[in-house]
């Protein structure tokens, strides 16, 4: 899968009945109110709750449901409901931009305080910018995604020690923040909604990094919570003392457990956007996935955040009556896909791409990963919320019940140089045992012995490299490896807009030895050279990708995806899609209310409803 | 005996840093991936992995790593040696696992730190499975190799054949199922929200939480020491002295108890020094099917991700723990056999 399996939409305008600040509203029905929250995790969070660090979906959650709240945000609801829409949450209203693009002025509600030991301190404008300049700092932001925000005027300047500040940010009253871009980007208040930007408290010393001075490796286990809850103890932390003597908060125990309760300076009347229904939420880190899916059954667990449902349990809970209730499948934004490096033959002739899309069984490989239940059969490169279903239906290469047309990929084999004499069956020896890497955990290696068997009429043999999924990634992205096809690769969006799908993965700026542009899509001739290769062009799709990102949110920037999406289907063809994935959840009988968090793809904790659970 | 152990503790040093360096080279030639760019997640750009290959000193020669992580472990003075041994966990600067060398790449924690919190359950795994295999292969052994060929003895061995083929993952998954998730009469595997360090696991052993975990452990390892000690005790029954002393008229009860089992249990303690020792290193299998946040589990996650000080740490402590382990039993051998002796 990606990096992260998050995700956030596009910014509609907040109407009068819209969630967010202009008409707060008390969610948290008292009849749903109460409890605590039993769940499990196998493995803890990537970086201890570091927001400059942690990029991971499960810890946006966290942050979003819970400890940390920012200038905008999402309500934890499923597209449909508008979850991939942000709204003001610690700002006060929409942002203004300026008429050239490129300052865009928040203001902050005012008297927001922070979350015990620090709740004698009022969020203000100034800790928006400490937050920004740890993510600038390289010793601080190891693993983090300061990439978002390297458009921000003076912020490299700033991590590469060249400023003192980063100039683009100003706070010219403790309620108005100004952030000054490099060039106009349109989603900007999605780059602000990311756990990376929430404030950080200042210290009584007058640190520069606040509370997380002397916390480089580690401000995660000292955070300051800004949400509806906090770790359990938080209270107890003391930031006069020298940060070496500090002690770590006693509700996160790094690989064992997490325990959340109600943060007391938490203002609900300031926030529509989250429920905050259980009183306490415990976490236990560690465990076998079926035993917890087990426990979950049990009523022991009421939830596991990061498990894979059985098979045999989504089978169980979809058909008994008795369990329909509790069991939730939704799109989760991710797809999973086979990728062509257009450099290396035969994948350099567009035909054979589109051949191969043609004879695959995208349904039967579907159905190795456990049937319909995982996801939509795909037939484009974008998410569909993405682009609000513009290309719901679309799909170049359909096939009946999505198995594969041996007929159409000949057809389509026969114009391809390979195939001199035009039977549909590449007769070139580079058609023989061609370099794949793939996965070698299930269900990776039947479905990859499904392709082959599906890629023999076209004249394609594979020699398929079964690898531990982080070398088969390192391999796949790594442009000297000189394969040909890279076989599970997985991308889920880091929030809702397009930008998180087509520059990572399509432009320039994605390849070797950034990340994640397999097919090598806009390289140039002298990068291919370099790499080691004989073909010298590529298509590019950097033009395209740039138009999008200027544009403001809305209809013309979701047309601006779709379009590119169509291009690169038709014209490209740098992929098999074949799946978008869906998140599916079981939940014990304990819990009587579940949302789904799109922006997160998970289940939105704070929304889980256990009234009657007595810790 | 104070030559000898100081001899075996200056050996027990370079065992240390021979599986250091070893461990080292391992990581350094494996083809498995940079750490810093693992760090650094899917998404990112040439200057980020570089940021944090700087971070991790992954960017300096590697003899200078090595040494690195060699000073790390070496006893340091601390600055503030009160506070570093007052504090649970222990904090500071050095004097093991020094913090700024053996710092998680995965999950941003100190080494040491995330070792002391998982000793208590692996030692409270291990040392609870030992008594109870001990309890069990001990008396079933010596039954089966006193009534040689009797109903007890092949029921002992049937015992001892199913025990010693059995995968224990199998067996752990078909205990939990049975007596937690349709009888109900055991709690199901985890170690509650709370239930931290020593006090902690002790809490969750009198709760019954370690029993299904025990059982699966020790049956195993019963099973395997049954036929040990059975083998053993045959063997010795046949010694010249224990003719002798039939021979002078003591009764069979006492040749056995008092002669035969003396020599039948010195392998026991040897294997049994290194069974544990083995154990505490971590059990993987039992640990992960059980839910239960030891050793074995940290282990194998940091190997899975690359996590190089985690490796390190859990690989020293291993070492260490089955060195004094080994040094334990050399010495319990003076006091089990008397022809022992040590200068």
Redesign the interface.
């Known amino acids: 899968m990606a990096v992260v399996t998050v995700l956030g939409l596009v910014g509609a305008a907040c109407g009068g009945d819209e969630p967010g600040v202009d008409e707060p509203t008390d969610t948290a029905a008292p009849e749903l109110s109460g409890g605590t929250l039993n769940m499990a995790m196998l493995a803890d969070v990537t970086a201890a709750f570091d927001p400059q660090k942690e990029y991971y979906s499960v810890t946006w959650e966290y942050y979003r449901c819970c400890l940390l709240r920012n200038l905008m945000s999402y309500e934890g609801v499923p597209t449909d409901e508008g979850g991939a829409e942000i709204h003001p949450d610690l700002a006060s209203g929409e942002p203004t931009i300026s008429e050239d693009g490129l300052t865009t002025t928040f203001q902050i509600k005012p008297g927001l305080m922070y979350a015990p030991p620090k709740d004698d301190t009022e969020i203000t404008a100034q800790d928006f910018i400490r937050a920004m300049e740890r993510e600038a700092n390289p010793k601080a932001n190891v693993g983090g995604y300061s990439f978002y925000y390297s458009v921000i005027e003076g912020f490299d300047d700033f991590g590469a020690g060249d400023a003192d500040t980063i100039s683009g940010l100003a706070a010219p009253d403790t309620h108005t923040l100004e952030i000054t871009t490099t060039t106009p980007i349109g989603d900007i208040g999605y780059r602000f909604a990311m756990g990376a930007a929430s404030p950080i408290p200042p210290d009584d010393e007058g640190e520069r990094m606040g509370v997380a001075e002397g916390h480089d490796r580690n401000y995660g286990r000292f955070l300051v919570a800004t949400g509806p809850y906090m770790f359990e103890g938080s209270e107890t932390m003391d930031f006069s003392a020298a940060p070496k003597d500090q002690t770590e908060v006693p509700g996160y125990i790094p690989g064992r457990q997490i325990v959340l309760v109600r943060n007391p300076s938490y203002d609900p009347a300031s926030d529509g956007l989250r429920d905050a229904f259980p009183d306490r939420i415990e976490v236990r880190i560690g465990g076998d996935n079926d035993d917890l899916y087990n426990q979950v059954e049990q009523g022991v667990l009421d939830f596991v955040v990061d498990g894979a449902v059985p098979a045999e349990k989504i089978r169980e809970y979809q058909t008994n009556p008795d369990l329909q209730d509790r069991i939730n499948v939704y799109p989760s934004d991710a797809i999973r896909y086979v990728s062509f490096n257009l450099a290396v033959p035969p994948f350099d002739d567009i035909n054979v791409r589109k051949a191969v899309n043609w004879a695959f069984d995208k349904q039967g490989w579907r159905q190795l990963r456990g049937g319909p239940s995982t996801g939509e059969l795909a037939g484009h490169t974008f998410v569909n919320s993405l682009q609000d279903n513009i290309l719901a239906d679309y799909d170049p290469y359909q096939t009946p019940n999505g198995s594969g047309d041996i007929e159409q990929a000949q057809a389509a084999m026969a114009e391809s140089v390979y195939d001199t004499d035009g039977d549909g069956v590449c007769d070139d020896p580079v058609c023989q045992n061609i370099l794949t890497v793939s996965d070698r955990e299930d269900p990776y290696p039947e479905q990859t012995a499904l392709m082959s068997q599906n890629l023999e009429p076209l004249g394609l043999t594979l020699d398929v490299k079964q690898l531990e999924r982080g070398t088969m990634y390192n391999q796949c992205n790594d442009a000297n490896s000189q394969h040909a096809i890279c076989a599970a690769p997985g991308w889920g969006k880091d929030y809702a807009d397009g930008v998180t799908f087509g520059e990572p993965l399509f432009t320039s700026s994605g390849l070797w030895e950034s990340c994640c542009n397999y097919s090598l899509v806009g390289a140039s001739a002298d990068q291919l050279s370099g790499w080691g290769y004989d073909v010298t062009e590529i298509p590019s799709v950097d033009e395209k990708v740039e138009e999008c990102s200027a544009l403001e949110p809305g209809d013309e920037r979701f047309q601006c995806w779709a379009e590119l999406d169509q291009q690169i289907m038709e014209e490209v063809v740098p992929w098999v899609p074949y799946l978008f994935d869906n998140s599916v959840d079981i939940l014990s009988e304990n819990i009587v209310n579940y949302s789904f968090d799109q922006f997160a793809g998970l289940a939105a904790f704070d929304s889980m409803a256990v009234p009657g659970n007595t810790s | 005996m104070g030559k000898y152990l100081v001899r075996r503790a200056l050996f027990m040093i370079l065992v240390i840093v021979i599986v250091s360096f070893l461990t080292f080279l391992i990581f350094v030639k494996l083809?498995?991936?940079?750490p810093a760019?693992?760090?650094?997640?899917?998404?990112?750009?040439?200057?980020?992995?570089e940021?944090?290959r700087?971070?991790f000193g992954l960017d300096k020669p590697l003899h200078v790593q090595y040494w690195r992580f060699l000073k790390g472990f070496i006893p340091w003075p601390p600055s503030d040696p009160v506070?570093m041994l007052l504090s649970e966990p222990p904090r500071g600067d050095g004097l093991w696992l020094n913090e700024d060398v053996y710092?998680s790449y995965?999950?941003?924690?100190p080494v040491r730190e995330?070792l002391a919190?998982?000793i208590p359950i692996t030692g409270t795994l291990a040392i609870g499975a030992a008594v109870i295999w001990l309890l069990l292969g001990i008396p079933i052994g010596i039954l089966s190799g006193v009534r040689r060929r009797s109903v007890a003895d092949r029921a002992a061995m049937i015992f001892a054949i199913v025990g010693v083929s059995m995968p224990i993952f199998w067996l752990a998954?078909l205990l939990?199922?049975g007596f937690w998730?349709k009888l109900d009469l055991l709690p199901?595997?985890?170690?509650?929200?709370?239930y931290?360090g020593w006090g902690g696991a002790l809490r969750a052993a009198l709760e019954g939480r370690f029993i299904l975990p025990w059982v699966s452990l020790a049956y195993i390892n019963a099973a395997f020491y049954a036929r040990m000690v059975r083998g053993n005790l045959i063997e010795t029954m046949n010694e010249d002295y224990i003719r002798t002393a039939r021979a002078k008229g003591l009764s069979e009860r006492r040749v056995i108890y008092k002669h035969g089992l003396r020599g039948a249990l010195t392998p026991v303690v040897t294997m049994l020094g290194l069974d544990v020792g083995l154990l505490l290193g971590g059990a993987f299998i039992t640990e992960?099917?059980?839910?239960?946040?030891g050793i074995g589990?940290?282990a194998v996650?940091s190997i899975?991700?690359?996590d190089f000080p985690m490796v390190m740490g859990v690989t020293i402590l291993g070492a260490f723990i089955i060195a004094v382990a080994n040094l334990v039993v050399d010495v319990a051998y003076a006091f089990v056999d008397p022809r022992v002796r040590y200068t």
Request: charged letters at 20%; zero cysteines; a positive charge.
């Open positions: 083809p498995a991936g940079d760019r693992r760090a650094v997640g899917r998404t990112t750009n040439p200057e980020e992995i940021n944090a700087r971070a506070l710092f995965g999950g941003f924690i995330e919190r998982r998954q939990l199922y998730f199901a595997s985890g170690i509650p929200i709370g931290n992960t099917v059980f839910g239960l946040p589990q940290l996650q899975s991700t690359n």
